[in-house]
């Protein structure tokens, strides 16, 4: 069974930096693709970042220079660096976990941004608050 457990959220004030963690498990983590999603209430889950397997990347723009995302395959341990946090970052945060190997460099080749189909499993969400 495929687990999915995201660390790191909390509360900062605007400008400050958090690091979120995500740990898989039962999962072939090394393989495919991750990433990371929000959601504010109830609006629909957006993309924020996401890392295939050979490294490559693809950022949203509202994050694009902000937001680092990074995994450490022999943790099975995926991360998202934020700094200059902005209100607008306030949100639950998803670690994603995909059975594709690339996501981001297609992305990066069509222009279409990833979005919560590519990924199949999911954790339970990080609360990131950012106080203005």
């Known amino acids: 069974q495929v687990q999915v457990v995201e660390s790191g959220g909390g509360s900062v004030e605007t400008g400050g930096a958090l690091r979120l963690s995500c740990v898989t498990s039962?999962?072939?983590?090394?393989?495919?693709?991750m990433g990371w999603f929000r959601q504010v209430g109830m609006m629909e889950r957006e993309y924020v970042a996401v890392?295939?397997?050979?490294?490559?990347?693809t950022y949203a723009e509202s994050v694009k220079g902000r937001f680092t995302i990074t995994r450490d395959k022999a943790k099975n341990t995926l991360y998202l660096d934020m700094k200059i946090l902005k209100p607008e970052d306030t949100a639950m945060y998803y670690c994603?976990?995909?059975?594709?190997?690339?996501?981001?460099?297609?992305?990066?080749?069509?222009?279409?941004?990833?979005?919560?189909?590519?990924?199949?499993?999911w954790g339970q969400g990080t609360q990131v608050t950012v106080s203005s």
């Open positions: 890392i295939d397997s050979d490294g490559s990347t």
């Open positions: 994603a976990a995909s059975r594709l190997d690339s996501i981001a460099g297609i992305a990066t080749y069509t222009g279409k941004q990833p979005i919560e189909g590519d990924f199949h499993y």
């Open positions: 039962g999962y072939g983590y090394s393989n495919y693709a």
